[in-house]
């Protein structure tokens, strides 16, 4: 099956932006959606398709793919934002795979 | 606005089998628009996508897991289960049941349950 690779963690100061990104084959055929979680509790959709947020999210989340990777930026990061972001994509079979997390600080 | 719910016993011996069963309120599991999908969580760990089933009870399971996992669905009381037989240690974690959207080719989970402690002890 495909994996998903992301950084383990990620700092970025306060107002600043910061980008985390997704890297694996099936991101060449498929879009990227992108999880929020917060200690505790469930993960929460931040991103999905070529760039789009469901209702709720702050416009500062936004997210691109180029070739195998797919990246979500947050500009202007916020103290709430702080947070473990996951990446998910399907692969040819119908499998899905989450990227390995990513754990953002915001300083 | 959909509401998930998980629930099922928090705790099962080793070799066991676990149950775990998602109400679904505030939409129709019968919706064919969605894919109705358990997702677990180790302790301190990533996300690993377990499988999801369609309200025609059409199953699509993750690979590593698929010799022991069984989803299925009862529209009639708009909910969907999780069985997963022959339990160890590595199974224990929070598992979460959620919705599925396959958007004209993006697909996305876009309402989970709070999600539930599944420890498997003796």
């Known amino acids: 099956s495909s994996e998903l690779t992301q950084d383990p963690a990620v700092s970025v100061a306060l107002g600043q932006t910061v980008r985390i990104t997704c890297q694996g084959d099936?991101?060449?055929?498929?879009?990227a959606s992108w999880y929020q979680q917060k200690p505790g509790q469930a993960p929460v959709l931040v991103i999905y398709?070529?760039?789009n947020r469901p209702s709720g999210i702050p416009d500062r989340f936004s997210g691109s793919s180029s070739g195998n990777t797919a990246s979500l930026t947050i500009t202007g990061a916020q103290a709430e934002d702080e947070a473990d972001y996951y990446c998910n994509s399907r692969d040819s079979s119908g499998n899905h795979v989450f990227g390995g997390g990513t754990k953002l600080t915001v300083l | 606005q959909v509401q998930l719910q998980e629930s099922g016993p928090g705790l099962v011996k080793p070799s066991q089998t676990l149950s775990l069963t998602c109400t679904v309120s505030?939409?129709?599991?019968?919706?064919?628009?969605?894919?109705w999908s358990w997702i677990r969580q180790p302790p301190g760990k990533g996300l690993e996508w377990i499988g999801y089933i369609y309200y025609s009870g059409s199953t699509y399971y993750n690979p590593s897991l698929k010799s022991r996992v069984t989803i299925s669905v009862d529209t009639s009381k708009n909910q969907f289960s999780l069985k997963l037989s022959s339990v160890t240690a590595a199974d224990t974690a929070v598992y979460y049941c959620?919705?599925?959207?396959?958007?004209?080719?993006?697909?996305?989970?876009?309402?989970w349950g709070q999600g539930t402690l599944v420890t498997v002890s003796s």
């Open positions: 959620a919705r599925a959207h396959d958007d004209y080719g993006d697909f996305y989970f876009d309402y």
């Open positions: 505030g939409g129709s599991i019968s919706s064919g628009d969605y894919y």
């Open positions: 398709g070529k760039n």
């Open positions: 099936s991101l060449r055929s498929y879009y």
